[in-house]
């Protein structure tokens, strides 16, 4: 992201996420686009999640909705947003 807010929105992210102890990144690539993304997560959270012990929004509330989804489906925002649209909230 070019713009100041962007710059502040990572930065709150990365602090975020250091505040949950996710250290742990992952790199995962859209199936869409072929674009890479890292993902800094909690190991624990990410084997708790994979074992089904509770949903990922649960285990992993320091990742946006976004980086839930680019775990899930494989799938990242700007793609998501080219096959469904924004979200009409």
């Known amino acids: 992201m070019d713009d100041i807010y962007g710059i502040i929105g990572e930065k709150e992210e990365t602090m975020i996420a250091a505040a949950n102890n996710a250290s742990d990144p992952i790199e ?3 199936q869409q ?3 890479i993304f890292t993902i ?6 990410v084997l708790s999640w994979l074992s089904g012990s ?3 929004q649960d285990l992993m509330p320091y ?3 976004a980086e839930r989804e680019m775990l899930i ?3 990242c925002d700007d793609c998501w947003k080219l096959m469904f ?3 009409e909230e």
């Open 28 to 30: 995962i690539q859209c």
């Open 33 to 35: 686009c072929g674009r």
């Open 40 to 45: 800094l997560t909690n190991r624990d959270d």
């Open 54 to 56: 509770g949903y990922i």
């Open 63 to 65: 990742l946006s909705a």
């Open 73 to 75: 489906s494989g799938t």
């Open 85 to 87: 649209g924004e979200d």
